[in-house]
């Protein structure tokens, strides 16, 4: 098993610009969730998907889109980079098996800066 | 908004001390994990407390759950210098799914040869 994979690993955009943070795991997980991890700002829930088709907002949704077609991919999408924007990304899943035990795997995390 | 305050933010000590880290929060959890972080990578889920005043070990870790539910501590004993990384609390609402975890703002520990 791979666990969770994210591309790319760093990434530099113009602000305006928009792009794609891929997110993938192995591990037939149904819970997915994206954060951002800010300098002394700890780890912020942008979006999560409960199951395939299924998303919904976290505390910082702004500026920020995902969709949930299958399983195994959560893609984020920044629809016009902004230099707030600038932080690491972190991917996440878990079984989803509905109890306070459900562990939570973390990807290896997307640098972005956006000048 | 819920908040999970963590302390201290730093924490630089010599190998072979002991040291405590502290996560609080004026309100009640279903749960509460600890997660250990290292540079460039992502967090790594290191144990998940339940019960009120529930106790876990980890080898020199050692993870307390408040009996409210409201706090926990993490002790290491004897630290080493592979106990160096950030370490998060992280609180689950009753009901909520592991998408609506309560990250603290971390506790960055360095331990010295």
């Known amino acids: 098993n791979a666990g969770v994979t994210q591309t790319p690993k760093f990434q530099v955009l113009k602000t305006g610009q928009s792009m794609t943070l891929q997110c993938a795991q192995d591990?037939?997980?149904?819970?997915m969730s994206w954060y951002r991890q800010d300098p002394g700002m700890g780890l912020r829930l942008i979006h999560y998907?409960?199951?395939?088709?299924?998303?919904d907002q976290g505390e910082v949704p702004n500026g920020y889109n995902v969709s949930r077609s299958t399983t195994e991919d959560f893609p984020l999408r920044l629809l016009s980079a902004a230099p707030s924007q600038t932080s690491v990304y972190f991917c996440?899943?878990?079984?989803?098996?509905?109890?306070?035990?459900?562990?939570?795997?973390f990807g290896p995390g997307t640098r972005l800066t956006v000048l | 908004t819920q908040l999970l305050e963590q302390s201290p933010q730093f924490l630089s000590i010599q190998e072979g001390e002991n040291l405590t880290v502290y996560c609080n929060s004026s309100?009640?959890?279903?749960?509460l994990q600890w997660y250990r972080q290292e540079p460039g990578e992502g967090p790594v889920l290191l144990v998940t407390?339940?019960?009120?005043?529930e106790v876990k070990k980890l080898k020199r870790l050692t993870f307390q759950f408040g009996d409210a539910r409201k706090d926990s501590s993490l002790h290491i004993t004897a630290a080493q210098t592979g106990d160096t990384g950030l370490y998060l609390c992280?609180?689950?609402?009753?009901?909520?799914?592991?998408?609506?975890?309560?990250f603290g703002k971390g506790t960055k520990l360095s331990v010295k040869p």
């Open positions: 996440a899943s878990s079984p989803g098996d509905g109890t306070s035990t459900d562990t939570q795997y």
């Open positions: 591990m037939n997980h149904e819970y």
């Open positions: 998907s409960v199951g395939a088709g299924i998303t």
């Open positions: 309100s009640v959890f279903s749960s």
């Open positions: 407390v339940v019960t009120g005043g």
């Open positions: 992280a609180g689950l609402n009753y009901g909520g799914s592991q998408g609506n975890l309560i």
